[in-house]
């Protein structure tokens, strides 16, 4: 069992748009294969009213906060979009790098730049175009195997 950090736009995408994947790498990852969660969706988001307006103190915390998670969790699954403002992902991106952890990139759209650059030639960051793969891959590179159950 591993715990895995899921990161990705909060506030400058839709409620929707910031929950579904996450629920869905939630089943898959906590569900299907055992490991611990950490949405940093959940514990921001408490109302949906309010998402994304955030006093510059209150966004300090946050930062600190997550990038503590970031720090004690054993990888990351990340929604990345060339479309898509994620200026604190990248923050957590950034510092999971600079930590070595096992990073799965999985996007619906078009991967930045940078992402296929951190990517490239890196055992433990890979991209994928779909969330499935992106969670098989990191319950493998984790160490869980099919033969284990």
């Known amino acids: 069992m591993a715990t895995i950090y899921l990161a990705g736009p909060i506030d400058k995408v839709s409620a929707e748009s910031a929950s579904t994947w996450r629920e869905e790498a939630g089943r898959i990852l906590a569900v299907e ?3 611990v969660v950490c949405d940093p969706n959940r514990t921001w988001v ?4 309010t998402r994304g307006r955030h006093l510059p103190r209150e966004n300090a915390a946050i930062v600190s906060a997550d990038l503590s998670a970031v ?5 990351l699954l990340v929604f990345s979009d060339k479309n898509t403002l994620a200026c604190g992902t990248y923050i957590e991106v950034g510092y999971a790098y600079s930590l070595n952890k096992t990073i799965a990139f999985f996007t619906t ?3 930045p730049g940078f992402v296929l650059g951190l990517a490239y030639d890196n055992e433990k960051i890979h991209c994928f175009s779909n969330l499935r793969n992106a969670c098989e891959w990191l319950n493998y590179s984790l160490g869980w195997h099919p033969t284990d159950n």
């Open 33 to 35: 294969f055992n490991h």
């Open 46 to 49: 408490t109302n949906p009213e």
């Open 71 to 75: 720090s004690a969790v054993d990888a």
């Open 109 to 111: 759209g078009i991967f």
